[in-house]
């Protein structure tokens, strides 16, 4: 057994090896696939002033980071007018967070929040109040990929992530030691035409990087303002309301307002589609590890337990 150590706000003497076993498996039973903790000094190391948990949480002493599956194995085979609308998975990954803040506090008596995954209202709408990315990669449950960092697991393929803040004290896991992008046929693409799949069929060109002689990334650009300005619709309110204000007269604000790309916003603000904060999906659509890893959708989770299942003859 491990050692006894970490304590709860009540004093009571908490095993943090039976602790992290709690909190982990809490997050895959109420739903995500992978979960971790983070080791704090790295991400201090990392993340810059303002943006470490302990800027958020004072007395922080864990974070836990988990990732929920993300489209299921029918939603790569729409058109992109209909992904348009499918947003993402990354609320449930928030309420499996949400909850386990609770869970820890009912159980160790240690204070605990959901991280919340906003953005810094001090700092404009591209400035995270944290980043869940890095919380994910150095949990171990994600490796930065050439399609703008996005995180990929050799397993999972393509997750959305959520963070918890504990000042219950729990052992920290360690990033992936091997990174499954770039997969073996996009070495190949990109050594044939230059560029990777994600690269070469991003619709607003924002992805460019290297490949060294190992296979290996050895560069990885993302022009975040592109990707935004096609997939965070978000940021589009203010310009449309921008441009309805300085229209010339009635008649004319009317044709802002009714223009055919704006009705379509109006449309998601009023069903509340997550597609208002969606990427358009292309990058992934065409990755292998997002789409082909073998526990990618529940097509494929399902076949993995039916498989594990006929091994051990309990089918
Ligand atoms: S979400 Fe779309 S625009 Fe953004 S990087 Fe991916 S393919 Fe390019
Ligand atoms: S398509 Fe996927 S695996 Fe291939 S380079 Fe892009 S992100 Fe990496």
């Not at 967070?97 to 209202?121: M, Q, T, V």
Request: proline letters at 7%; a negative charge; glycine letters at 8%.
């Amino acid at each position: 057994m491990a050692q006894a150590g970490a304590s709860g706000r009540r004093g009571q003497s908490i095993d943090p090896h039976e602790a992290k076993e709690a909190v982990l498996g809490y997050c895959l039973k109420k739903g995500a696939l992978a979960a971790g903790v983070a080791d704090l000094d790295a991400i201090n190391r990392i993340a810059p002033p303002g943006h470490r948990p302990a800027d958020l949480m004072p007395r922080v002493k864990s974070v836990i980071a988990l990732g929920v599956g993300g489209q299921t194995q029918g939603a790569w085979t729409v058109p992109a007018k209909a992904m348009a609308y499918f947003g993402s998975t990354e609320t449930r990954a928030y309420t499996v967070a949400y909850g386990l803040s609770f869970f820890i506090e009912n159980r160790f008596k240690a204070r605990s929040i959901y991280c919340p995954p906003d953005l810094d209202n001090e700092e404009g709408p591209r400035v995270p109040l944290q980043s869940l990315k890095l919380h994910a990669e150095l949990a171990g449950i994600g490796a930065r990929s050439l399609a703008g960092d996005i995180l990929l697991h050799p397993e999972f393929g393509y997750m959305y992530f959520a963070s918890v803040f504990t000042e219950l004290e729990l052992p920290p896991d360690e990033p992936m030691q091997t990174n499954p992008c770039p997969a073996p046929s996009c070495v190949d693409l990109f050594r044939k035409q230059g560029q990777t799949p994600c690269m070469k069929f991003c619709p607003a060109q924002c992805l460019s990087g290297d490949i060294d002689e190992h296979g290996q990334q050895a560069a990885m650009h993302y022009e975040m303002s592109k990707c935004a300005e096609l997939s965070e619709q978000y940021e589009a309110l203010p310009r449309i309301l921008s441009a309805a204000m300085a229209a010339e007269d009635a008649a004319a604000r009317e044709d802002v307002l009714s223009d055919v790309d704006n009705s379509m916003f109006w449309y998601k603000m009023s069903v509340g589609s997550g597609g208002l904060l969606a990427q358009c999906f292309e990058c992934m659509r065409v990755c292998p590890i997002a789409t082909r890893s073998p526990l990618a959708d529940p097509i494929r989770r399902a076949e993995a337990r039916e498989a594990a299942a006929n091994q051990d003859g309990t089918a």
